[in-house]
């Protein structure tokens, strides 16, 4: 869709806006929830992503030259990792596994 309107940031904030939509679908998942709404919760969840990360490598692709689309794919693949290791590493600094409470069995809570 994006090689044929020749527009990417469309589809970022389409993707960007049903990652929202997903995240917090899926902060309302209970124990009963029905497995037909967790499917389409995860199945949104699972179309923002593939709308948010393929658009920046399509971008890219377009408007590099034919010679230069290999090293502009790689640089957006370089920066999309440098971002996953840094927001892997926010949960632990937010809130630190070695806390006593995250020592203490379950049992003993």
């Known amino acids: 869709m ?5 527009q990417y940031k469309p589809f970022l904030i389409t993707g960007t806006a049903l990652s929202v ?6 902060s309302q998942v209970q124990v009963g929830t029905s497995l037909w709404l967790i499917g389409t919760v995860l199945a949104t969840c699972g ?3 593939g709308l948010a990360q ?3 490598v399509i971008g890219v ?3 590099a030259s ?4 290999g090293a502009a794919t790689g640089a957006v693949t370089l920066c999309r990792m440098a971002e996953m290791s840094v ?8 809130r630190p596994m070695s806390s006593p409470r995250y020592l203490r069995p379950a049992a003993l809570r």
């Open 61 to 63: 692709q377009l408007v």
């Open 66 to 69: 034919q010679g230069d689309i």
């Open 21 to 26: 939509q997903a995240l917090v679908g899926v």
């Open 87 to 94: 927001i892997s590493q926010i949960p632990p600094v937010c």
């Open 47 to 49: 179309l923002s992503i």
């Open 54 to 56: 393929q658009s920046p």
């Open 2 to 6: 994006i090689e044929r309107t020749g």
